[in-house]
């Protein structure tokens, strides 16, 4: 497709052009298994473990607590399922009420299997209160799971800080970083936390690639047995994508953060524009503590399925919600869960890319303003 001004990267991204040509040759001629002790496996070995010694580095861990997935759903599932396995005797979970639909659904899998689960709630901006966090704590609580920042609204949540909690409690802590990682800086070791996913295709990799890092010396239970991933997850290795997420980190670390910097400059004029061109609009989210790259944003009368299907037209791709969500019509849990008058403002979810420039931002602004005031009229 041509001409079309992608702005829904939260949903998933666009392969990078170097990326696809690492794996390529994997695709091809390289077909070797990295298991098998002649060269032609072992060459390819070799790249895998690139691709981790990258993935490592980026999250400031070692290279033997990376294992490569095959999602971040698979990921976030084996962390909580690994905990569960572990410490059979603990039946507490203490999580939020705004995570990703993998770890929602494991969770009431559990409540159903005679796990007590605490949702914490979030105000109004998404903000979660680690009064109540500590308050919910018993003798019998196995793990805190919150992610780190929230697909939908943006919002960075405290990891340090619930880190330390769980540290001081002795409890397991995960966390999915599935849209924070390559945005934000991520350093395992300052945050105290045992588990963390990530995804390949929210970082310009492909999808069906995904990390599981597990902190040494946490109990760890293997879910898909076999021998791969030193005996952490068998099953032979997705050699190309492996490769392929190994170069989009690589990009990651050389660009050392100066795209966070650019693409919240071009969010905030994005917002800024909005608000002084249009009445009556709400904007989601923690304003102190948001990724760089997302705003959830509404316009009062306006519904945002209407407006959603009006940008299409014009070649502009939003969302309205979670894109795993998006086959439901009630509202995400996330914006449910923060009692918004959605029927007066729903919003549109716009995230932003390394491939999002100025020119799309000011061609998306003129455009949402027409449409804005066609609607109202
Ligand atoms: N966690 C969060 C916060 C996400 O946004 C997503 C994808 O939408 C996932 C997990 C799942 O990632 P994957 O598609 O790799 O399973």
Same mark, same amino acid.
């Given at each position: 497709? *041509? $001409?079309?001004?992608y702005?829904?990267?939260?949903a998933?991204?666009?392969i990078?052009s170097?990326?696809?040509?690492?794996? %390529?040759?994997?695709?091809?001629?390289d077909?070797?298994?990295?298991?098998?002790?002649?060269?032609?496996g072992?060459?390819?070995k070799?790249?895998?473990?690139?691709?981790? +010694?990258?993935?490592?580095?980026?999250? $400031?861990?070692?290279?033997?607590e990376?294992i490569?997935?095959?999602c971040? #759903?698979?990921?976030?599932?084996?962390?909580?399922?690994?905990?569960?396995?572990e410490y059979?005797?603990?039946?507490h979970?203490?999580?939020?009420?705004?995570? =990703?639909?993998?770890?929602?659904?494991?969770?009431?899998?559990?409540?159903?299997?005679?796990?007590?689960?605490?949702? %914490?709630?979030?105000?109004? *901006?998404?903000?979660? $209160?680690?009064?109540?966090l500590?308050?919910?704590?018993t003798?019998?609580t196995l793990?805190?799971?919150?992610?780190?920042?929230?697909?939908?609204?943006?919002n960075?949540y405290?990891?340090?800080?619930i880190?330390?909690?769980?540290?001081?409690n002795?409890?397991?802590? =995960?966390?999915? #970083?599935?849209?924070?990682?390559?945005k934000?800086?991520?350093?395992?070791?300052?945050l105290?936390?045992?588990?963390?996913?990530?995804?390949?295709?929210?970082?310009?990799a492909?999808?069906?690639?995904?990390?599981?890092y597990?902190?040494?010396?946490?109990?760890?239970h293997?879910l898909?047995f076999?021998?791969?991933?030193?005996? +952490?997850?068998?099953?032979?290795? *997705?050699?190309?994508?492996?490769?392929?997420?190994?170069?989009?980190?690589e990009?990651i670390?050389?660009?050392d953060?100066? /795209?966070?910097?650019? %693409?919240?400059?071009?969010?905030?004029? %994005?917002?800024?524009e909005?608000?002084?061109?249009?009445?009556?609009v709400?904007?989601y989210?923690?304003?102190?503590?948001r990724?760089?790259?997302t705003?959830?944003?509404?316009?009062?009368?306006v #519904?945002?399925?209407?407006?959603?299907?009006?940008?299409e037209?014009?070649?502009?791709?939003?969302s309205?919600?979670?894109?795993?969500? #998006? /086959?439901?019509a009630?509202?995400?849990?996330?914006?449910?869960?923060?009692?918004?008058?959605?029927? $007066?403002y729903?919003?549109?979810?716009?995230?932003?890319?390394k491939?999002?420039?100025e020119?799309d931002?000011?061609?998306?602004i003129?455009?949402?303003?027409?449409?804005?005031?066609?609607?109202?009229?």
């Amino acid at each position: 497709m *041509n $001409n079309i001004i992608y702005l829904d990267n939260n949903a998933t991204t666009k392969i990078d052009s170097d990326v696809l040509e690492v794996m %390529l040759p994997y695709l091809k001629e390289d077909y070797g298994n990295p298991s098998s002790i002649y060269s032609f496996g072992k060459s390819v070995k070799d790249k895998i473990t690139d691709a981790r +010694r990258n993935v490592a580095k980026l999250i $400031n861990a070692k290279e033997d607590e990376i294992i490569f997935t095959s999602c971040a #759903s698979e990921s976030n599932v084996t962390a909580i399922m690994s905990a569960t396995k572990e410490y059979p005797d603990k039946r507490h979970i203490i999580t939020t009420s705004v995570e =990703h639909a993998s770890i929602m659904e494991t969770m009431k899998y559990l409540e159903n299997n005679g796990y007590r689960i605490t949702y %914490l709630e979030v105000d109004s *901006n998404g903000k979660l $209160n680690l009064d109540e966090l500590k308050k919910s704590i018993t003798s019998d609580t196995l793990l805190i799971a919150v992610q780190m920042a929230n697909n939908e609204i943006g919002n960075i949540y405290p990891i340090e800080e619930i880190g330390k909690i769980a540290k001081d409690n002795n409890i397991l802590f =995960h966390t999915d #970083s599935v849209q924070a990682v390559g945005k934000i800086k991520i350093d395992v070791e300052k945050l105290n936390i045992n588990t963390l996913s990530i995804s390949g295709h929210k970082i310009h990799a492909p999808k069906g690639i995904g990390v599981l890092y597990v902190k040494s010396n946490t109990p760890y239970h293997q879910l898909i047995f076999g021998h791969q991933e030193k005996n +952490r997850r068998g099953g032979t290795e *997705n050699v190309p994508y492996i490769i392929g997420l190994g170069k989009a980190v690589e990009k990651i670390l050389l660009d050392d953060y100066k /795209e966070s910097k650019r %693409l919240q400059l071009l969010r905030d004029k %994005l917002e800024q524009e909005i608000l002084n061109n249009i009445d009556d609009v709400v904007i989601y989210g923690d304003k102190e503590n948001r990724m760089p790259s997302t705003t959830s944003i509404a316009f009062k009368g306006v #519904s945002a399925e209407v407006l959603m299907l009006r940008l299409e037209a014009f070649g502009i791709y939003v969302s309205t919600g979670s894109a795993c969500n #998006s /086959e439901i019509a009630e509202p995400s849990h996330v914006l449910t869960s923060l009692k918004a008058d959605l029927e $007066n403002y729903s919003p549109i979810r716009i995230s932003l890319s390394k491939y999002t420039t100025e020119e799309d931002i000011d061609t998306f602004i003129k455009s949402l303003i027409n449409i804005i005031n066609m609607i109202r009229k």
